[in-house]
C-alpha cells in the first residue's frame, strides 16, 4: 500500500536535547512538508521541499532542521533551541510544488512530549 | 493578511440531521482550496479540491461547493461514524503549494 508513515508515534524527550522525527513517503511524490498542530490552532508550516537536496523555510523553522538526501524521505529535527517543541508533527507530500495546487497527503503525526 | 476562517468552532447534530460547515478565506488570489477530515490523535484524510467559484464535488454524504469568498461542507443525513474535525485549507496566488489551514470544526453526530 502506498502511503506515508511517521515513526516513531509517541517520543519523550528531556528538555535541552535534540531530537529527529521521522518520514517515509511511498507515493513517488516530489515535494514533502513539515507541519505542525497545537489545540486550538490551524497547522503551522515548519519547512518544506520540492525537490531532493533543496527545501525552504515555512511560517516557524526557528528551532527546527531538515534535510532531504533521498526523494522518499524528510527527516525533522527539534533542536533545543525550539522554545515550544511540545506538539503533534504531520508530515505530508504531493505530487508537485508549484502549478497546479496539488492536494497534499498526511501521515499519521508524531506526539512530541518535551519535559 | 490571507486568513482562513472556520465556523462554528463547534456542532452537534442528531444522526440524520443535516447541516453544513462554513470555510471563508481572505487571500490575495485564490488557487484551490482544500477540505480535510481528521480524527482524534491521526493525521488528517483529504476530502476534495476545489478550484474556481461555482465548482461542487460530492462523496457519500458529503457535498463541497465554492464561491468567490467562501466553501460549504454540506452534510446530508449524517451517521456516528461522520464525526470528527474537518479542516479547510487555502492555497493562494504566488504560494508555491503552501497552505493555509483553518483551525477546524469539531463535528459529533450523535446516535
Known amino acids: 500500500d502506498g502511503g506515508i508513515t511517521q515513526s516513531p508515534k509517541y517520543l519523550f524527550r528531556k528538555e535541552g536535547q535534540n531530537v529527529t522525527l521521522s518520514c517515509e513517503q511511498n507515493l513517488n511524490h516530489d515535494a514533502m512538508y513539515w507541519y505542525r498542530q497545537d489545540p486550538g490552532q490551524g497547522l503551522r508550516l515548519i519547512y518544506y521541499s520540492q525537490i531532493v537536496n533543496d527545501f525552504q523555510k515555512g511560517d516557524i523553522a526557528e528551532g527546527y532542521s531538515v534535510s532531504r538526501e533521498k526523494k522518499e524521505s524528510f527527516p525533522l529535527t527539534v533542536t533545543s533551541a525550539q522554545k515550544n517543541p511540545t506538539a503533534f508533527y504531520l508530515c505530508?507530500?504531493?505530487?508537485?510544488?508549484?502549478?497546479?495546487?496539488?492536494?497534499?497527503?498526511f501521515g499519521p503525526g508524531t506526539r512530541l512530549t518535551v519535559t | 493578511e490571507d486568513q482562513v476562517t472556520q465556523s462554528p468552532e463547534a456542532l452537534r447534530l442528531q444522526e440524520g440531521e443535516s447541516s453544513s460547515l462554513n470555510c471563508s478565506y481572505t487571500?490575495?488570489?485564490?488557487?484551490?482550496l482544500f477540505w480535510y477530515r481528521q480524527d482524534p490523535g491521526k493525521g488528517p484524510e483529504f476530502l476534495f479540491t476545489l478550484y474556481s467559484a461555482g465548482e461542487e464535488k460530492e462523496k457519500e454524504r458529503l457535498k463541497a461547493t465554492l464561491t468567490k469568498k467562501e466553501s460549504f461542507l454540506h452534510i446530508t443525513a449524517p451517521k456516528p461514524e461522520d464525526s470528527a474535525t474537518y479542516l479547510c485549507a487555502v492555497q493562494f496566488t504566488g504560494a508555491t503549494n503552501k497552505l493555509i489551514f483553518g483551525t477546524g470544526t469539531l463535528l459529533a453526530v450523535q446516535p
Open positions: 505530508a507530500s504531493s505530487i508537485g510544488a508549484g502549478g497546479t495546487p496539488y492536494e497534499q497527503y
Open positions: 487571500v490575495s488570489g485564490l488557487r484551490g
